[in-house]
């Protein structure tokens, strides 16, 4: 299994068992890619963000509203 795989198997997991609702242009998946990623690592949200092309900001990520 790739990191690739795993991260989309780990965002699958999470979309059908922890239901979430955003305001924004961002999708679900996107906002749980970060997330995951920044778990993995050990980074902040911030710096996870800050390493993505077109991520939204750090607090568009915790308070949904990643317009």
């Known amino acids: 299994m790739s990191d690739e795989s795993t991260l989309e198997c780990t965002i699958e997991c999470l ?3 922890l239901p979430l609702e955003i305001n ?7 906002v ?4 995951v990623r920044a778990a993995s690592r050990g980074d ?9 092309e077109g ?3 750090g607090n568009g990520i915790r308070f949904g509203e990643t317009q």
Do not use: D, K
């Open 55 to 57: 991520a939204p900001s």
């Open 15 to 17: 979309m059908e068992h």
């Open 44 to 52: 902040s949200i911030e710096q996870t963000v800050r390493s993505l």
């Open 24 to 30: 924004g242009n961002y999708t679900v998946p996107e």
């Open 32 to 35: 749980f890619e970060i997330l």
